[in-house]
């Protein structure tokens, strides 16, 4: 398989990354990941957008125009012939001696892949377990980086408690996944976490509020309580990888199981069909 690094598409076992690039050394770097269905990159413009934004809280330039990034993108899809899965694409500040103190004005790394990966339509059938935890990363999880320790833990908890996901909460209030965001229904209202520092505001939540709208489902865009998910009549997760999946049971810091989920049901139908014009067009 053929990788990107900076501006070559090449083999992967040409690859090389640098001992002293401050991506291995400080997770100093910042990632996205697009849905590629029939060869084609979905919600690409609303990706771009934030990579470029998670770079400027960074004070990391990204040298690349968007056209030329689209054009990157385009390349390695096209290289690996890649039909339905993701790219990934990361970009790190560079290769410099390590210092907490970073310099100004190296080049960056600019590193992505592709795989392939279907749509799990057995989660998105079944519904999944979710394990909650205490959300104990930073204050900026607006950032898309690769620094993804707290994730990285909550997830592995979340796995070694049999559940498909975590679901994080600072304290009383729920936050997000640990690579999804989190809805709540409550008589048919769609309640998630607002966009801010405390979570990563998911292009799938925007497109799933967008969808929302047009089908007439009310949102509610606030925190909401551990009390409130235990009170809720559905719970489901979106992104990237997973569209929308049902919530079946919460289980760790708290329990909660839920039923049919009409609402998550209707939604996922419309991504669903959304996603077959996509691929047809
Ligand atoms: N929250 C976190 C922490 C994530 O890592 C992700 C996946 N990138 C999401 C939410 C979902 O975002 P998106 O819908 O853009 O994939």
Known sequence: SYVMYNESIIPKEEAAISFEDRGYYFGDGIYEVIRVYNGKLFLQEG??????????????????????????????????????????????????????????????????????????????????????????RWLRCDIKTINLLGNVLAKRAAEDHHCAEALQHRGDVITEGSSTNAFIVKDETIITHPQSNYILEGITKRYVLQLAKQLN?????????????????????????????????????????????????????????????????
Do not use: C, W
Not at 77 to 104: P, S, V
Not at 256 to 277: D, K, M, N
């Open 47 to 136: 990706h771009l957008e934030r990579f470029q934004a998670s770079a400027s809280k960074l004070d990391l330039v990204v040298p690349y125009s968007p056209d030329t990034m689209k054009s990157l993108l385009r390349r390695l899809i096209d290289k690996n012939g890649l039909t339905t899965g993701y790219i990934y694409f990361q970009l790190t500040r560079g290769i410099q001696a390590r210092d907490h103190l970073y310099e100004r004005g190296t080049a960056p790394v600019l590193t992505g892949f592709t795989k392939t990966a279907g749509v799990p339509f057995a989660k998105q059938t079944d519904g999944i377990d979710v394990y909650a935890t205490e959300d104990i």
């Open 217 to 281: 489902i009310p949102v509610e865009q606030r925190p909401f309580t551990i009390g409130e998910a235990k009170e809720a009549d559905e719970m489901f997760m979106t992104s990237t990888s997973v569209e929308i999946v049902p919530v079946r049971s919460i289980q760790g810091s708290f329990e909660a199981g839920y039923g049919h989920s009409p609402v998550t049901r209707e939604l996922l139908g419309e991504f669903r069909r959304e996603v077959e014009l996509f691929e047809a067009g």
